[in-house]
């Protein structure tokens, strides 16, 4: 078994709240296994604060995160993605640039606790739930055997060999 690090990168809309979360909730509980990334397909230019509040209050970094487009994951010396989850429907609907090394993709939609209307402590509620279920999506994959996302892995690159 190879003990390569996996890159993922999550995508939303945004870039402001979702994709940060799962960035870093993944970066925190991946150890060595994994690297985090987030980006938009229209990024907002800003992280929205609540989302630092959360991972904050998980005990997880909340500094060094960014909004940014998916444009700098999508150039030839961009890191290799092995995986790409989307955590928008938006985003999920988008025709996404090509990833260099063709990674395996899934949906993983989530509603932008952003967007919940009312006061601060409803929205505040809406963070914490949204981080409650990307991080169980997280430990559910971080429980998968290391050998098979590996495998998973290695799929995706026979796949893109095949469409040379």
Same mark, same amino acid.
């Given at each position: 078994?190879?003990?390569?690090?996996? +890159?993922?990168?999550? @995508?939303?809309?945004? /870039?402001?709240?979702?994709? @940060?979360?799962?960035?870093?909730?993944? /970066?925190?509980?991946?150890? /060595?296994?994994?690297?985090? =990334?987030?980006?938009? %397909?229209?990024?907002?230019?800003?992280v929205h604060p609540m989302a630092?509040?959360? $991972?904050?209050? $998980?005990?997880?970094?909340?500094?060094?995160?960014?909004?940014?487009?998916?444009?700098?994951?999508? %150039?030839?010396?961009?890191?290799?993605? +092995?995986?790409?989850?989307?955590?928008?429907? +938006?985003?999920?609907?988008?025709?996404?640039?090509?990833?260099?090394?063709?990674?395996l993709t899934a949906h993983w939609?989530? =509603?932008?606790?952003?967007?919940?209307?009312?006061?601060?402590?409803? *929205?505040?509620?809406?963070? +914490?739930?949204?981080?409650?279920?990307?991080?169980?999506?997280?430990?559910?994959?971080?429980?998968?055997?290391?050998? %098979? $996302?590996?495998?998973? %892995?290695? *799929?995706?690159?026979? /796949?893109?060999?095949?469409?040379?």
């Open positions: 078994m190879s003990d390569k690090l996996l +890159n993922v990168l999550f @995508i939303c809309t945004g /870039n402001s709240a979702r994709s @940060i979360l799962a960035e870093g909730i993944l /970066n925190a509980m991946g150890g /060595n296994r994994f690297k985090a =990334y987030s980006a938009g %397909s229209h990024p907002k230019g800003e630092l509040e959360v $991972l904050q209050r $998980l005990g997880m970094a909340q500094d060094g995160f960014r909004s940014k487009s998916w444009d700098e994951f999508a %150039s030839p010396d961009a890191p290799v993605m +092995n995986f790409v989850f989307t955590v928008c429907d +938006n985003a999920a609907g988008e025709i996404c640039p090509v990833w260099p090394g063709q990674p939609g989530v =509603y932008d606790p952003a967007a919940v209307d009312g006061r601060d402590d409803k *929205q505040r509620q809406a963070f +914490n739930d949204v981080a409650q279920i990307l991080k169980r999506r997280i430990e559910l994959m971080l429980a998968l055997p290391p050998h %098979s $996302l590996q495998a998973l %892995s290695i *799929q995706a690159q026979l /796949n893109a060999i095949g469409k040379i």
